[in-house]
């Protein structure tokens, strides 16, 4: 787990999470259609199932 830890980092650091988050938010952001930007907000891309891993109790 560890190690796994350490390969994802977090955004501030350069490891594996910042290169996920600058790809998704920073390079490819322009590239999503308009009409499809405009439903992140909304809710249309939210799984209507919560994760098997999710803990609604917490």
Do not use: C
Request: charged share 35%; hydrophobic share 30%; proline share 3%.
């Amino acid at each position: 787990m560890e190690d796994i830890e350490r390969f994802l980092g977090s955004v501030n650091e350069h490891a594996g999470f910042k290169l996920l988050h600058t790809s998704i938010h920073e390079k490819m952001k322009d590239m999503i259609p308009d009409h499809i930007d405009e439903k992140y907000g909304e809710g249309d891309f939210d799984s209507p199932k919560l994760s098997f891993y999710y803990d609604e109790n917490r």
